[in-house]
């Protein structure tokens, strides 16, 4: 009983024996084979320039982007002033966690091609993507994303340290104050006396 591999061995024997009596098909289908090589490996230069393009103004896009650090340290030290200006509140410092920092979206062109082909009775669908952002020039005559929308930044938690936090009224008014402000719910805030 023939097992498949000694079938298959014997049909790679036969299609070689086919194209050894026919010197002219081995050669065209090694050409085949070659020309598909060729084909794979070189690609599309002028995508591969636009993707490359792409990249380096999309490094530039973030080169504008804004430290969640400063961020932080900017709505601290404004909540700390206000939170101080409450009657019997007395010395504060304000912790704000933030999950994310201020969010750039910029704005983007996203162009979609199809080509259709029709190759012996078979219908081909080549669908082309190219998303790229848009560019506008500056002042100074260089090109600058376009900003399309900028979200702030989220907050995970604020702790407040108060010298008058002993009081629960003074809590209270900290406690709704900072939820006002910053847009949060009050179980992100702590609220604890200080010295």
Do not use: C
Not at 83 to 97: F, S, T, W
Not at 102 to 109: A, D, L, T, V
């Amino acid at each position: 009983m023939k097992t498949s591999n000694d079938q298959n061995q014997s049909g790679f024997r036969e299609l070689w024996a086919y194209f050894q009596t026919k010197p002219v098909s081995i050669w065209l289908l090694l050409g085949l084979i070659g020309f598909g090589v060729v084909l794979l490996m070189s690609g599309d230069p002028e995508q591969d320039n636009s993707r490359k393009l792409v990249k380096e103004r999309h490094i530039e896009a973030e080169n504008y982007q804004v430290d969640s650090g400063s961020d932080e340290e900017r709505l601290e030290k404004e909540l700390a002033k206000t939170l101080m200006e409450i009657a019997g509140v007395g010395k504060v410092r304000v912790d704000i966690n933030l999950t994310t920092g201020n969010r750039k979206i910029w704005e983007r062109q996203t162009r979609t091609s199809k080509r259709v082909n029709q190759d012996q009775g078979v219908i081909n669908t080549e669908e082309t993507i190219d998303d790229q952002l848009v560019f506008a020039k500056d002042r100074e005559g260089r090109d600058l994303p376009v900003l399309k929308e900028e979200l702030a930044p989220e907050i995970e938690g604020v702790v407040v340290v108060a010298s008058g936090a002993e009081n629960s009224r003074i809590r209270k008014l900290l406690t709704d104050t900072v939820t006002t402000i910053l847009g949060i719910s009050s179980h992100r805030v702590l609220i604890i006396p200080g010295k």
